[in-house]
């Protein structure tokens, strides 16, 4: 499967905010997603980089 | 391999844009990717959605 685990940026380290993630809807400073099991988060802040071949998103407060 | 293709909305349509994209990275009003093959643009606008399993990611402008 193509989902990818999302991360948090902050201070120079990265943390796992939420794995198996399928879909990401930036918008109003916000990012909602959602993963391969329904669960559902809301981030305040900004997508920095995607690389989907290390299935890697990473987001930052914006 | 978890490529994903890369569409921009315009009009209600979703026209292809880049095929194959591994690397996203947002920033200034701008997306810069790349994609397997080493190609690279930058669109003007903003990500509107991301779906892996889809292997689908929508622009438009911002």
Redesign the interface.
């Known amino acids: 499967?193509?989902?990818?685990n999302v991360y948090i940026e902050k201070d120079g380290k990265e943390e796992l905010y939420l794995e198996n993630?399928?879909?990401?809807?930036?918008g109003d400073g916000k990012i909602f997603m959602r993963n391969?099991f329904g669960e559902q988060k809301i981030f305040e802040g900004?997508?920095?980089?995607?690389?989907?071949?290390k299935?890697k998103i990473v987001l930052t407060k914006g």
Request: glycine share 0%; aromatic share 0%.
């Open positions: 499967m193509c989902e990818s993630v399928d879909i990401l809807k930036p391969l900004v997508i920095k980089e995607i690389s989907l071949i299935h």
